[in-house]
């Protein structure tokens, strides 16, 4: 006749404290802050309607360093010249940032 198999109190122990281990460590890694990202080039730079109200429309090649995508619904760009400000320019479309790539926002 086989005896049933007990844990002992310390493996049991052993085991709540890997399970809290690994639970802060995931908790911990979530709760990195994201890094802002990172202006590359830009181009396509273009210029029209110079006589009435001018239109400025480039392409503006940036990184995203962190580890997760993002979606870019709202998003602003002020132009400046020796701390004067010449123009302002936001999103048309909605563009995707990937997770430590370069991507264009048109």
């Known amino acids: 006749m ?3 198999f007990r844990f002992s109190s310390s493996i049991i122990a052993m085991y709540q404290r890997f399970l809290f281990l690994v639970t802060s460590l995931f908790v ?14 830009l181009n396509n730079f273009n210029v029209s309607n110079v006589t009435s ?5 480039f392409d503006l090649n940036l990184f995203n360093p962190n ?3 993002a979606k870019l619904k709202d998003f602003n760009v002020e132009l ?3 701390g004067v ?8 479309d909605v563009s995707h ?5 370069a991507f264009t926002v048109p």
């Open 2 to 4: 086989v005896k049933g």
């Open 28 to 41: 911990c890694a979530s709760c990195s802050s994201l890094k802002p990202l990172e202006y590359r080039s």
């Open 53 to 57: 109200t001018p239109q400025l429309t």
């Open 67 to 69: 580890t997760v995508g």
């Open 80 to 82: 400046e010249l020796n």
């Open 85 to 92: 400000k010449l123009a302002t320019a936001s999103l048309a």
């Open 97 to 101: 940032a990937g997770a430590q790539s």
